[in-house]
């Protein structure tokens, strides 16, 4: 059997995918972006602080530009689109309940006699 088709351990394998291929990729790409890194540590850094950017973006639910957007909307005092629409939700609601209320034979007695005093 060659030592081409041998199986590699799964950590071995990662390690030879970022370092052949990842690694001198990202350099390629920072460099023709105008970006060096003066050593190895600075390498290093960056590519940590790529992976935990990739990693926030994977489990970011929220849209980034819609979170943006509330941000804004809150600090400059404008209500979000999402605090309109739960106030009209909640005004409706509040509407439905009192017709309810209202239509219910004792509270139109109670109101008709308080009219009538």
Known sequence: MSNENAQMDPATAQGVIL???????FVE??????????????????LATVSKLKE???????????SAHDALCQASGVATPDVVA????????????????ASQAIVKQALAAHRSA
Request: charged letters at 25%; aromatic letters at 4%; a positive charge.
């Open 56 to 66: 926030a973006a994977a489990h970011q639910s929220v849209d980034l530009v819609k």
């Open 86 to 101: 739960t106030r009209k939700a909640l005004a409706k609601a509040a509407s439905e309940k009192a017709r309810k209320v």
């Open 19 to 25: 370092e052949g291929i990842y690694v001198p990729s």
């Open 29 to 46: 790409k920072c460099a023709s972006l105008g970006v060096s890194f003066p050593n190895e540590d600075s390498l290093r850094t960056a």
